[in-house]
């Protein structure tokens, strides 16, 4: 199904939540429908696994990397430096609370993409700031980190390099003591540090 038809979908549930759960004299303060499809056609919205992965790596004290998934999944895996709260707690008071930090950058992810542009929207919707999306989440977040695959003999300089970055910080984050729960990762054991990826990489992103 198209991404677009997804979102739009996403928008609806997103909308149909702040009718049930927020008071009717917020509800006139929220973003419009059309400003939330224009804001949803902007890619700034996204931030790649290697740019969450540098500024994790780095202890970016404006990042927070929030888990939208259900508390179990969350217990069974997470990314490091991650905060759990599920999509359908968004509203509450306590996670109100830490949303409303305007110093931090507030990057949701869930498994894939589809939930964590729910919870975009939702607080899109509420005009919170610096809100954006970890692209592909956590099926990404083990191709391009934890699964990093080797490039070939003919890859670029700049190839290369990404690829020690991402090894070097899955020997960072999960150590090679604990490798055994992450199947088939890849990391190299010894003489491997973690260094600032390519040029290019943003410290941050717009959703």
Known sequence: MNKRYL????????????????PAKDAAKQTQPELLLAAIDDPSRFLSTDDITDRLVKKDPALMLIDIRPVAQFKAFSIPGAINIPVDSLLSLSAQEMLNQKEMDKVFYSNADVTSDQAWIICKRMKLLRIYVMQGGVNRWFSTIVKAEKPTETATAKALELYQFRIAACQHFYGSSEMAAIPNAVVEKKGVTVVKKASGAKSGGGC
Do not use: H, Q
Not at 7 to 22: D, E, N, S, Y
């Open 7 to 22: 979102l739009l979908a996403g928008i609806i549930i997103a909308l149909g939540v702040g009718i049930l759960f927020m």
